[in-house]
């Protein structure tokens, strides 16, 4: 069913387990991660950026694409379909609009105040429609869309402040980690992270999962993390999988063959991932 992630979140902060947040790029992929995860019977939040929104046609193509292979691959697991790294209130309007059941608005590129304002005015029309609403405090650096950022760590008082006057349902301090691979061993704030989570009702989320050492992780999750977001990790699994396949198979020009050359890759991976987050249903 497609639900919000309060349901799933809220579990995983009690459980001390984590939810893998992993970002859809075309039907294919959602396919994969719908039948992996369900095969595993474990919750999936399906992220969607706006690179990727916009690639595959718009967010009500997305939530029909999401509702119809629920319907016919049988889903019974809970699957949350959320906008990753929504830059603007208007972003997340559509995708509410448009079906989607959870968003994230990341305003942290403003000051405090003004990430305060503008995140309060997503909760307030998220919430009215039953959607969850993920923020982001201090910036998480690194690449995602092809847009490079530098990072700037949060601090529990800002955690804290973003949270009593937004009411959000989960929140994303930066501490550490970045997006797409690292360069260099990643160096997360896990004393921080910790104390923000002691005085958080809400979930804690961790963006840049891919590179994080499995050691890393665990703490991460240990500290109050419930929900990890991958995309740059299955990129390149799948990548590696399908080069290899077009190196060994140059005949070859179906490209339901040439996308479906990586699936094995993305569901053992899935798999991985899940085992290590320790997700329950």
């Not at 399908?242 to 198979?249: A, D, G, P, Q, S």
Request: glycine fraction near 8%; charged fraction near 25%; hydrophobic fraction near 35%.
């Amino acid at each position: 069913m497609l639900v919000n992630f309060n349901e799933i979140l809220l579990n995983a902060k009690k459980g001390k387990y984590a939810v893998p947040h992993l970002n859809i790029n075309n039907l294919e992929w959602t396919k994969y991660i719908l039948e992996k995860c369900n095969e595993l019977q474990v919750p999936v939040i399906l992220g969607v950026s706006e690179g990727a929104a916009k690639y595959m046609g718009g967010y009500h193509a997305i939530t029909g694409m999401v509702k119809g292979l629920m319907e016919d691959l049988n889903i019974t697991i809970p699957v949350c379909l959320h906008v990753d790294h929504g830059s603007s209130k208007e972003t997340c309007i559509k995708a509410i609009d448009a079906g989607f059941t959870s968003v994230m608005i990341d305003a942290s590129r403003h000051e405090l105040e003004e990430n305060i304002r503008i995140t309060k005015e997503v909760v307030e029309y998220a919430h009215e429609r039953g959607v969850s609403v993920e923020a982001e405090v201090g910036h998480i650096g690194g690449t995602e869309d092809n847009i490079t950022s530098s990072a700037t760590n949060a601090t529990l008082e800002d955690c804290l402040t973003l949270y009593n006057n937004t009411k959000i349902d989960a929140l994303a301090p930066a501490l550490g980690s970045v997006h797409g691979f690292y360069k260099g061993e990643p160096n997360l704030d896990f004393e921080t992270m910790k104390t923000i989570n002691e005085q958080l009702p809400i979930p804690l989320v961790l963006h840049g999962g891919t590179g994080i050492p499995d050691d890393k992780i665990k703490k991460a999750i240990s500290c109050g993390i419930s929900k990890i977001n991958i995309n740059t990790d299955l990129q390149s699994v799948w990548s590696k999988a399908v080069r290899k396949f077009l190196e060994e198979n140059q005949d070859v020009y179906d490209p339901r063959k040439i996308i479906g050359s990586g699936e094995q890759s993305i569901k053992n991976r899935i798999e991985e991932i899940v085992t290590l987050f320790g997700t329950k249903r």
